[in-house]
């Protein structure tokens, strides 16, 4: 048999032998992977300009199919116009194979993918998907036309957007409809709609196109449950991207959701698998991050209904159910509402019921964290008080792991603020005070360390009172408060000096105890610091003149050099801070 370059030069120069010749190329083709050159680009262009026959198209399929090389050569402009424009009248078999030819020229070759935009395939491929797509032709190309398309466009923006201004949206919208009982292109319809949406263009697009609506209605009344994963998998790949959220919701979403989650049977079972139920309450939480979900909770039945849902014997669902109330109380109109309406109660109830036990963790912090958010409105902490937050929130700390225990500390930091009988009572509380000092010591996290001695230092602040300091003392407390001042945060380490000052302000004889702590030292390395903020200095110096005032502290700051670091800041460039040395330097050489 002749070699395929030999068969394929013979045919561009004798149209007789095309259909004979072509015949052996593909024999040749299913036992060999063959490269190819200009050379034999330009016969197949000459071949294909003679007859354009299945049978043709299907050798430059076959050759871009088996070989990264051959794509890159194929895709000349003269070949793949003669591809596209072939296209346009071309009958069912032929189609498929110019297809596959496309696709496969186009499979990870921008070079390919560059060539099919210039030569006008955009549109030539819309124009020939509108005229079949009511026919069942359609049905047999579906696979390689959408294939085609996302090998094109998966790594192009401007080729992408240019296929949504072509308007490609209005053809999976009929596609949609026309696959809900095929699943294989159904798949594709969908796939085809995601690769689309993935730009901001695509989602604006999206939101025009209608077919989110569509979506919904179809996952509402399908009883597939193939289909509903594949369409709330698009779906939440779509809530991963910022501006599509307020699409969702607005589409209808929420509501279908709500009512598809409530009337699973997975709704009632205490721990379901079910991936689509799991699938579809994760969107619900997905969404309630969107003001557009927010104002549709301004409807007190809806929020009562996901209220209700904490009460569920669903893990799943509850857990839910914390993060979107969380998402909701975001604002201290919304935290109102919460409270007016006792969730607040339903939250702490739910907790203090199940304390005991250990697989309600990611409960207690998907609570926590709705409760933590609650305790931020100056208003609502007294009632949060009152309702036993403060309570729960102790022995959550106490109780449970690293994660709970960090939005536990939170809540009671923002508790404590101006509530001197709560930090008075929180310092009488030996075993919390340990945990406190065992929090503030970890390593293996940052973040629950640090809430643990942003708490050990707001106690402190709020209850200003000697005999429940001394008490917050004598657990060691003191370690945790001067890990503030070493930290990055400008705003921790103005908390930890507040707290020095409250120490030194309420608790004679102490000297000993911040030289022993290391206190000074630290406060000095922050004074040092050339990028110190004057807010933080300002705290510094007034640290500075409370320790003067104590039996031995001076010759605590003698030890440290205070006279030589005072001077250098003499000439601050801050009018404020130059008047605060000058009174520091006072108060320390009585």
């Known amino acids: 048999m002749s070699s395929l370059k030999t068969?394929?030069?013979?045919?561009?120069l004798?149209?007789?032998?095309v259909e004979k010749n072509i015949d052996q190329c593909l024999e040749i083709l299913e036992k060999e992977v063959s490269e190819i050159d200009d050379d034999d680009v330009a016969h197949l262009t000459t071949i294909l300009n003679n007859s354009k026959s299945e049978k043709v198209f299907q050798i430059i399929a076959e050759l871009a199919k088996k070989e990264q090389k051959n794509r890159v050569q194929l895709a000349k402009e003269d070949l793949m116009k003669m591809l596209v424009v072939s296209l346009i009248d071309s009958e069912l078999k032929d189609t498929y194979q110019i297809l596959r030819s496309l696709c496969n020229i186009c499979a990870d070759n921008d070079i390919g993918s560059q060539m099919f935009s210039k030569v006008g395939g955009v549109s030539v491929m819309y124009e020939k998907a509108s005229k079949v797509l009511h026919s069942d032709d359609w049905d047999f190309i579906m696979f390689p036309a959408c294939m085609c398309i996302q090998n094109i466009v998966s790594d192009s923006d401007l080729i992408k957007e240019e296929f949504l201004k072509?308007?490609?949206f209005t053809l999976l919208k009929q596609l949609l409809h026309k696959y809900e009982t095929n699943e294989k292109n159904f798949k594709v319809t969908v796939s085809g709609i995601s690769l689309l949406a993935d730009s901001d263009l695509g989602i604006e697009l999206l939101g025009c196109s209608g077919i989110l609506e569509d979506i919904w209605k179809i996952i509402k009344n399908c009883g597939d449950n193939f289909k509903?994963?594949?369409?709330v998998e698009l779906l939440n790949d779509?809530?991963?991207k910022e501006n599509a959220i307020e699409l969702l919701c607005k589409s209808g979403g929420v509501?279908?959701?709500m009512e598809l989650v409530e009337s699973h049977g997975a709704f009632q079972e205490t721990d379901s698998t079910d991936d689509v139920f799991k699938e579809m309450v994760d969107l619900i939480v997905i969404m309630s991050g969107d003001e557009s979900f927010i104002t549709l909770l301004e409807n007190e039945d809806l929020l009562n209904?996901?209220?209700n849902w904490i009460k569920s014997c669903n893990k799943h669902v509850q857990i839910s159910a914390g993060l979107m109330l969380g998402n909701y109380a975001r604002s201290e109109d919304t935290c109102d509402c919460l409270i007016k309406m006792g969730i607040h109660v339903s939250l702490i109830t739910e907790i203090n019921q199940n304390l005991e036990k250990e697989d309600y963790e990611d409960r207690f912090q998907a609570f926590a964290s709705c409760l933590r958010n609650l305790c931020i409105p100056v208003g609502c902490k007294q009632l949060l008080v009152k309702a036993g937050l403060a309570d729960t929130a102790v022995e959550l700390v106490k109780k449970t792991g690293l994660s709970v225990q960090f939005k536990a500390l939170a809540i009671l930091r923002l508790l404590v603020q101006n509530q001197n009988d709560l930090a008075v009572k929180l310092c009488n509380d030996g075993e919390l005070l340990k945990k406190i000092k065992l929090l503030s010591d970890v390593t293996m996290v940052s973040s629950t360390p640090a809430e643990a001695q942003r708490l050990m230092a707001a106690?402190?602040?709020y209850a200003n009172q000697e005999a429940p300091i001394r008490a917050a003392l004598s657990y060691e407390c003191i370690g945790s408060v001067n890990y503030l001042l070493s930290s990055d945060h400008m705003l921790m380490q103005n908390e930890g000096l507040i707290a020095l000052i409250m120490i030194v302000a309420n608790v004679n004889n102490c000297v000993e105890l911040i030289k022993k702590a290391g206190s000074i030292e630290r406060l000095m390395k922050i004074i040092k610091q050339d990028d110190v903020q004057p807010q933080t200095l300002f705290n510094s110096l007034t640290l500075i003149q409370a320790t003067a005032s104590l039996n031995g502290g001076k010759d605590l700051l003698e030890e440290f050099e205070v006279y030589k670091v005072l001077d250098s800041l003499k000439n601050h460039s801050e009018q404020i801070i130059n008047n605060k040395v000058n009174e520091t330097l006072t108060v320390i050489s009585r």
């Open 238 to 240: 779509l809530g991963k």
């Open 228 to 231: 509903k994963i594949i369409m």
């Open 305 to 307: 209904k996901f209220a």
């Open 459 to 461: 106690i402190i602040k």
């Open 14 to 17: 004798d149209v007789s032998l």
């Open 7 to 12: 068969l394929m030069n013979m045919a561009a």
């Open 166 to 168: 072509a308007g490609y």
């Open 255 to 257: 509501l279908t959701l």
